[in-house]
């Protein structure tokens, strides 16, 4: 199994982006050069990840014959982090993707997207902006949540679940850095890869973290190792002022209200996802709202006994899952 | 003609509404330093023709909420008023007018909601401050092809404008700007020359009653330009997040009219813009750019009916 990947950095929307891609080795005389025209697949990761998190699918979507191509995300890993925490609102980041698709694919050109957590939020927003831009979306663990005025996320959140709820907890700049720091990058990350816990992630301060965290079956020393390095270089701070910008983003999303997500989309959650267990939510996709918002929701598949990191946990099926929609276009 | 509050984005926004409550919205936004009472002309038309015109006060002017933070006033926050005013009186697709400021934030409600926009006549601002390059500063640009004197640079510095503005007097501001015909950027040196001396009259143009400018210095006085002037303060702060629609045309019928005595149309590249392939490649659907005699910037003031026969003609079509 070819595990290599190819890495440059591109300059989009002002930043310096690190993208990780594998595509189709080309067999044969190499005169026809189909790489170009294959099928492109744009991976959005997530929180605490990087392109890393996209491995497995890349490994298997190239062999079928896509392009793949999965970035660090502005603030993560080998990605420019921009020192204003201004910087992070949705707008910032689907403008970085815009300028992605453009540089390597073509400014005309539409691409398939795969999105997870912060990567889903993200991929909704992109297909709110941008319709025009994806072809059909596979979006994983966080549902769409449409533009509410009476809404605005953290105060929503604070009532919702207290102030050690950790959306809460990571408002104040540098605080909540100062802690991951005395706890370690690596404990840090091995906390929140590891949590299978269905309820909301609460941090409540002087929470000492020394029981010794096994890894699943799913992460290998050297996946987390990677990590771990990466996280170790270019720190926290930049992952966590998206979060710091959803009050932001909110306010600056006004002119997407009721707005409906108009692309193509599968949509994929594992059951033992702390998501799946938001008050609502299975609710909101099982009586039809969800298909309300996205009228072109097509699927919805809930994973059987699968977390929140439910491409690294179950690889293969997530990347049949999106290899069988892809297919139908 | 009624007036009402309707909720924007967060904030109270004022409109006038006329015409048949089932009447296909015209949506009319005005620029600065005007208000809903720019249109005042071609309202009672389209009301009476069966359109239901719909005029608001932008946010920061006017009857409408002006929040204090300069960072309130992206073309974000504006056209998620304009959404949120939409949304509330129907479901439908909308026309859209807009002039000066309130073009160009036609040009973004176009952008980033073609959903909601039937077709679309703008005065006056051509498809400029389009989303470029982030690294690309506008304001940058604007201070070096126009000086500091330029007055979107001297709308900058946060109550330096107000300041003089408020020294010069409300009345003598907005007379003067009404009134100004040169064809060439609006240039404001520091010694407020541009204003004229307090002795001097500015005469009304035949278009424009001492009762209009009444009703303009009342709401400015009651308001502050301050609002207005915030527009202008986010330039930069709009183009970082415009990132999205780099390269994005506008997917929605157009009709574009300009005075070839409008300041705007001596700005430099705008002719070339208007009349060469660039506009047309940018907005697909735009009909043949219509350039009016004679005209200076306050079009939809200057030619009430030529303006209202335009629209009427264009939005017919739909």
């Known amino acids: 199994m070819d595990l290599t990947f190819s890495h440059r950095f591109v300059k989009v929307n002002g930043i310096n982006m690190h993208i990780a891609e594998k595509s189709p080795s080309v067999a044969g005389n190499g005169a026809f050069d189909g790489a170009l025209r294959r099928p492109v697949i744009l991976f959005l990761h997530g929180f605490p990840e990087l392109w890393y998190t996209w491995r497995h699918q890349m490994v298997a979507l190239s062999s079928l014959g896509y392009r793949t191509i999965a970035p660090d995300l502005r603030g993560y890993g080998d990605t420019e982090a921009p020192e204003s925490v201004d910087a992070y609102t949705s707008l910032h980041v689907v403008g970085d993707l815009i300028g992605l698709i453009d540089a390597v694919v073509g400014d005309r050109e539409k691409v398939f997207v795969v999105g997870h957590d912060w990567g889903a939020i993200i991929a909704w927003n992109l297909c709110l902006l941008r319709p025009d831009r994806v072809k059909a979306l596979v979006n994983m663990s966080v549902v769409f949540d449409p533009w509410n005025p009476k809404r605005k996320p953290i105060s929503t959140y604070r009532s919702f679940y207290g102030d050690d709820y950790y959306i809460c907890r990571i408002q104040e700049y540098g605080e909540i850095e100062a802690e991951f720091a005395k706890v370690g990058t690596e404990r840090v990350l091995l906390e929140l890869l590891t949590y299978r816990n269905p309820g909301p992630i609460l941090l409540p301060r002087g929470k000492s973290y020394d029981d010794p965290v096994s890894l699943p079956s799913w992460l290998t020393e050297y996946d987390v190792k990677y990590y771990v390095s990466k996280y170790e270089k270019s720190g926290f701070t930049g992952p966590l002022n998206y979060y710091r910008n959803m009050d932001r983003t909110w306010e600056l999303m006004g002119p997407l209200s009721k707005a409906q997500v108009k692309v193509p989309v599968k949509f994929i959650i594992g059951d033992q996802d702390l998501t799946y267990h938001i008050p609502g939510t299975k609710k909101y996709i099982q009586e039809g709202r969800f298909k309300s918002h996205v009228p072109l929701l097509d699927e919805v598949v809930v994973m059987k006994g699968v977390g929140h990191f439910l491409h690294e946990e179950s690889p293969d099926e997530i990347s049949k899952h999106i290899h069988d929609y892809f297919l139908t276009f | ?318």
């Open chain 2, 1 to 318: 003609m009624e007036h009402r509050k309707v909720r924007g984005n967060g904030i109270d926004i004022h409109v006038a509404i006329q015409g048949p409550s089932d009447g296909p919205i015209v949506l009319l936004l005005h620029g600065f330093p005007t208000l809903w009472y720019s249109w005042r002309h071609q309202i009672p038309g389209l009301a009476a023709l069966g359109y239901r015109a719909v005029a608001p006060d932008l946010r920061g002017y006017g009857d409408s909420d002006a929040p204090p933070e300069i960072s309130s006033y992206t073309c974000f926050h504006i056209v998620g008023d304009l959404i949120a005013v939409i949304t509330a009186l129907t479901e439908e697709k909308v026309f859209v007018v807009g002039h000066d400021w309130g073009a160009l934030i036609a040009w973004y409600l176009c952008l980033f909601r073609p959903d909601k926009v039937k077709a679309l006549v703008n005065l006056s601002v051509p498809f400029s401050f389009r989303p470029t390059n982030p690294t690309v500063k506008p304001l940058d640009g604007l201070r070096k092809f126009y000086g500091e004197d330029f007055y979107m640079c001297r709308f900058q510095e946060v109550g330096e404008i107000e300041a003089e503005i408020s020294e010069v007097g409300i009345e003598r501001v907005v007379r003067r700007i009404l009134t100004y015909r040169m064809p060439r950027p609006l240039i404001l040196p520091k010694d407020k020359s541009f204003w004229g001396s307090k002795d001097e009259t500015i005469p009304l143009p035949s278009w424009l009653r001492e009762e209009d400018v009444a009703y303009y210095v009342r709401k400015f006085e009651e308001k502050g330009f301050t609002g207005g002037v915030n527009f202008y303060r986010n330039f930069d702060r709009n183009n970082e997040m415009l990132g999205p629609w780099v390269g994005c045309k506008i997917q929605v019928p157009t009709k574009f009219v300009i005075g070839d005595q409008d300041l705007v149309y001596y700005m430099p590249g705008v002719k070339e813009y208007i009349h060469g392939p660039n506009f047309k490649e940018d907005v697909p659907l735009l009909e043949e750019p219509v350039v009016m005699e004679g005209v200076a910037h306050f079009i939809n003031q200057e030619k009430p009916q030529e303006i209202l026969r335009l629209i009427v003609d264009f939005i017919f079509k739909f």
